[in-house]
């Protein structure tokens, strides 16, 4: 199960053919074992991973810390559900440290970032603070590098 999470989290894409001839089982086996993964919730999706610079289309992404105060009776899952529900969440987590969630937004500029913080997360009950963080540029996203540059398979001299 451990080698089939892991070739799906690399790639996806491969057919059960592939899967099947690497982990040394059938076509049917590993059918049936993403099947019972995708209703168990372990595997919850398959997305690609888009280098938006390249479409031309213009992509914002930044990442907020903010601070918050749980409420008595749902702690940080209240707000979580909340801030979940905004289109412009790509990513929310509970973190240790100085903040206690991390959310990762897309916007179409740093104005509707900015206006989003502003206006939907800083005003909502229990938030205390924000920090927001622009990404300027990916180099590697879950694993995928975003960069064109050959890689010298040698290592470094």
């Known amino acids: 199960m451990d080698k089939l999470l892991k070739l799906l989290n690399t790639n996806a894409r491969l057919t059960d053919a592939q899967m099947a001839v690497m982990l040394n089982a059938t076509e049917e086996e590993i059918r049936a074992a993403v099947a019972r993964l995708e209703q168990e919730g372990v595997v919850r999706g398959y997305k690609p991973l888009i280098d938006w610079e390249k479409t031309g289309e213009e992509v914002v992404t930044a990442i907020i810390e903010l601070r918050i105060a749980p409420s008595k009776d749902e702690g940080f899952d209240g707000i979580a559900k909340t801030i979940m529900s905004f289109e412009e969440v790509e990513g929310l987590s509970l973190m ?21 913080v502003a206006k939907r997360l800083s005003s909502l009950d229990g938030v205390l603070g924000t920090a927001t963080h622009f990404v300027l540029k990916k180099y590697k996203e879950r694993g995928v590098l975003f960069t064109d540059e050959e890689q010298d398979e040698r290592g470094n001299l």
């Not at 240790?96 to 989003?116: C, E, I, P, Q, W």
Request: charged share 20%.
């Open 96 to 116: 240790s440290g100085g903040h206690d969630l991390m959310v990762t937004v897309n916007g179409r500029s740093f104005k509707d970032v900015a206006m989003f």
